[in-house]
């Protein structure tokens, strides 16, 4: 048994599906879910109470006991060994009930025998029994893994009125009561055909092994199915993309050769009306001239006439004529009606008659694809899942004229089998025959790359090979070790990072801040549940405000401090209402800077104002299991739902999208994933908790690598929960039971 797993989700084993409490009275019903007893009587009675039981978590239907009574359903005995061990794990902070005063206190032991815990006072008159000096009894602080397996698989006692302090060692073949104990055997089975229990046990996990092959073959051939439909759906959605952005391409080129020929005709009316306008003025000056010689012409004879003696008029007469006669020679200056342009726009028509009869997306321009030439480099490389760029030249003797304006440029990478292939626009050109191809690989290989114009390879194509990488991200860095004292954790859970690169850890009751290099800076909170104090805090996340923002799990609520560590305030509180919290889990900023929650045990993620002020919500029963977290990605909220082993994907108004991921340990596949982030490329990291491992993968589900494995080493987990992405790119991962956080160097 895996003690150190069972203890970290000791909790959420031993709540009941309904209450969300602590097992009280643990019973089975035949689909093996286990609820509390009162619990299933409520339930049973609240659905009217049939012949038939309902289970309230998987709506299997079941009978109720021939007794008609739900006390008589099984005990879940390996249960209340959870239970107990909880109880113990928790000492620490709540007090445990004493099995024989019902009396509270920390100091409690534990007998073995009895499977009860004995304050100090009860535990003196236990021992004073003589039958009972051989018990095993411990104290509940001294507790190791060894004595919580001891503890879950304490023996399973007769339920027999009068036997319940006998072991269940035989099995009947006969009885239905099937496990019996040694008085059973002697009182009611006499003649049966008795086994020992064990024997009977290794018999039947051996058939229940054969049973389970089929169920497994179904299994497997299912969750092959899902994946092909899961990659099928993101080919369509990456197609639809690519074939969306296509038109979109092509409709904003023809709209700027639209606009580019505007004003091109545009400039040509206002060149022309300006040397129309230009010849007009010009001639209009050379008659207002003419004008004023005339009028100083008449003005002088005028005078000559009016008020000059004869004997000047009879000296000056001759040259007034002079002036008289070449005025009069003058003619007016008349507009050539040839010599102006008239303005006159004659519209196209054909463009208007060819849109509206063939559409946009039958527009064909001409060319012949060998007359153009690809020039490019010879050896290229790349990353999985970055954005890598090559530069290409594209000659055509009819392009050079007209910057490729009538030419459909694309690329198309594809390996060396012609497999995989990525076909995309070319639209970042310089008009000059040269362009830059960017995109953000999905595989790895060695690839070729192809030039068409106008759908036709051309030569030089394939201009370049490109050589794409992994992943591989490197661990550079880790800090912590298992302890109390500061700078050490114990379980660390939540990460988050501010904008200095501070980074907050959440572990047991505190929460502790370092710098980008490990080194301690900080602590926030105690154990309690008051102010500044903390039980079992899981998620953190830094708002814009600057602010520090805790889940405060155990408590129910969100605590808020400032950035020195100061307590500011609270929301949330235990309860199913919209402003209320049961278990929440991980933090998050949308893009408002508003909180985001995920409510785990409403089952709801849940958004809140940086006061605290309940805005809207997402989810429900209906559509998540156990939602551990939720982080935005433009307009999209994507949630790991860890009892659904997958990550689901809701628009921003709360709409379900898609899901990827199906409990498994493939590429792909998860067990109980946790929270994630973001990249800046705009890819999701997923903490795959319980495959000890981080997996990376496109917003549409599609895989593209993972790091991380089973161990202790620098690079290896157990049981990774929380990630969070300083401002350099580097990774930040929260090391639970390795109790550490590890940095990491992105490609």
């Excluded at 509940?140 to 009125?161: A, G, H, M, N, T």
């Excluded at 290229?380 to 304006?405: D, H, I, M, P, S």
């Excluded at 912590?480 to 690169?501: E, I």
Aim: glycine letters at 8%; one cysteine or more.
């Amino acid at each position: 048994m895996d003690i150190p797993k069972m203890l970290f989700n000791l909790r959420e084993e031993a709540s009941c599906p309904v209450c969300q409490e602590i097992l009280r009275d643990p019973r089975y019903l035949p689909c093996l879910h286990s609820f509390c007893l009162h619990c299933l009587i409520n339930w049973h009675r609240a659905n009217g109470g049939q012949v038939d039981l309902r289970c309230p978590k998987c709506q299997v239907r079941c009978r109720v006991p021939a007794s008609g009574d739900l006390k008589d359903l099984p005990t879940s005995f390996f249960l209340s060994g959870f239970i107990d061990a909880l109880a113990i794990k928790e000492s620490n902070d709540t007090q445990v009930t004493c099995g024989n005063c019902d009396k509270k206190t920390s100091k409690t032991l534990y007998c073995f025998e009895c499977c009860k815990f004995y304050c100090d006072e009860c535990l003196i008159g236990h021992n004073i029994w003589r039958g009972y000096k051989d018990h095993r009894v411990l104290a509940v602080k001294d507790f190791q893994e060894k004595d919580y397996e001891i503890l879950v698989k304490r023996p399973v006692f007769c339920s027999k009125k009068g036997h319940e302090k006998e072991e269940l060692k035989f099995f009947c073949k006969i009885c239905p009561e099937n496990s019996v104990c040694q008085t059973c055997v002697i009182l009611d089975h006499a003649g049966h055909k008795v086994t020992l229990i064990q024997e009977e046990a290794e018999a039947q996990k051996i058939e229940l092994t054969g049973l389970t092959q089929t169920p497994k073959k179904t299994l497997e051939a299912k969750m092959k199915i899902v994946t092909q439909i899961d990659e099928k759906y993101a080919q369509l959605v990456q197609r639809s993309e690519d074939m969306l952005r296509n038109v979109d391409i092509f409709v904003d080129n023809l709209i700027r050769r639209l606009q580019e020929e505007r004003q091109n005709i545009k400039a040509a009316v206002e060149n022309e009306t300006k040397k129309s306008l230009e010849s007009l003025t010009s001639k209009k000056s050379a008659i207002e001239q003419e004008i004023k010689e005339i009028e100083s012409a008449l003005e002088k004879a005028e005078k000559l006439l009016t008020q000059s003696t004869d004997a000047e008029v009879v000296q000056l007469k001759k040259p007034l004529q002079t002036i008289l006669e070449r005025v009069a020679e003058v003619k007016p200056v008349e507009s050539d009606p040839e010599s102006l342009f008239e303005l006159n726009f004659v519209e196209n028509n054909k463009i208007l008659e060819t849109i509206n009869s063939e559409g946009i997306g039958l527009l064909k321009f001409p060319t012949d694809a060998k007359e153009s030439v690809a020039e490019g480099k010879g050896l290229c490389e790349g990353t999985v899942g970055r954005e890598a760029q090559f530069n290409l030249t594209t000659r055509n003797a009819a392009a050079e004229q007209c910057y490729n304006k009538n030419y459909n440029v694309m690329v198309d990478l594809r390996d060396e089998r012609g497999q995989e292939g990525i076909t995309t626009f070319l639209v970042n050109d310089n008009k000059d025959g040269t362009y830059k191809i960017s995109y953000c690989p999905t595989f790895e290989g060695k690839f070729n790359l192809s030039v068409k114009v106008n759908g036709q390879h051309i030569r030089g194509s394939p201009f370049c090979v490109v050589i794409i990488k992994s992943f591989n991200v490197k661990p550079v860095l880790s800090f912590g070790k298992q302890g109390w004292n500061d700078g050490m954790f114990n379980y660390p859970l939540g990460v988050a990072v501010n904008s200095r690169d501070e980074i907050a850890v959440t572990s047991e009751h505190k929460v502790q801040i370092f710098d980008c290099k490990g080194n301690f800076l900080r602590v926030l909170g105690r154990q309690g549940s008051d102010k500044r104090q903390f039980q079992n805090p899981r998620g953190i996340v830094f708002g814009k405000d600057r602010n520090i923002y805790v889940a405060n799990t155990g408590n129910h609520r969100i605590q808020i401090f400032n950035e020195e560590g100061r307590y500011l305030s609270m929301f949330g509180g235990e309860g199913s209402l919209d402003s209320q919290l049961k278990y929440p889990r991980g933090l998050s900023l949308d893009s408002n800077g508003n909180i985001i929650v995920s409510d785990a045990g409403n089952k709801f993620i849940k958004f809140f104002s940086p006061d605290g002020k309940f805005l809207t919500k997402i989810g429900g029963p209906s559509s998540l299991s156990y939602p551990v977290h939720c982080v935005q990605s433009g307009d999209y909220l994507i949630v790991s739902d860890c009892d659904d082993h997958s990550v689901k994907v809701f628009t921003r108004e709360g709409d379900y999208k898609y899901q990827f991921g199906t409990r498994g340990k493939k590429n792909g596949e998860f067990m109980n994933p946790f929270c994630l982030s973001v990249t800046k490329s705009g890819h999701v990291l997923v903490c795959d908790q319980c495959n000890h491992r981080v997996q990376v993968f496109e917003l549409n589900g599609k895989f593209v690598d993972k790091f991380g494995k089973e161990g202790s080493n620098l690079g290896e987990f157990k049981y990774p929960v929380s990630v969070a992405l300083l401002s350099n790119g580097q990774i930040v991962v929260s090391d639970n039971e390795n109790h550490r956080i590890q940095i990491f160097d992105e490609p």
